[in-house]
């Protein structure tokens, strides 16, 4: 089994920056693929950005050029850097394993609102 643990998430004003961040613990020799998805109200969950252990992305359209994700392999970590940040990026931003994904986070709320 893999637990998965974010931080960082929260209330910022539009045009602003957050960072998430994600440890992964228990049986990480089987997780080859880390990265983010989220839900907003009343949607279904989409992916954000994803990150192999080769460091190959995939990152979503509607967020391209704004977010970065990265990691960091000897510490089973994983960031997500969201930078000019809008209303509509306002979700549950959840950590992942595995893609498609096996593995998820407990979620961390994105408040985007002036």
């Known amino acids: 089994q893999v637990q998965l643990v974010e931080s960082g998430g929260g209330l910022v004003q539009p045009g602003g920056s957050l960072r998430l961040s994600c440890v992964a613990s228990g049986s990480t020799f089987s997780i080859y693929a880390m990265g983010w998805y989220r839900q907003a109200p009343g949607k279904q969950r989409e992916l954000v950005a994803t990150?192999?252990?080769?460091?190959?992305?995939k990152i979503a359209d509607s967020v391209q050029g704004r977010f970065t994700v990265s990691r960091v392999n000897a510490k089973n970590t994983v960031n997500l850097q969201m930078n000019s940040l809008k209303p509509e990026d306002t979700a549950v931003y959840y950590c992942?394993?595995?893609?498609?994904?096996?593995?998820w986070g407990q979620g961390t709320q994105v408040t985007v609102s002036s």
């Open positions: 992942v394993g595995g893609d498609p994904p096996k593995y």
């Open positions: 990150i192999t252990s080769g460091s190959t992305t």
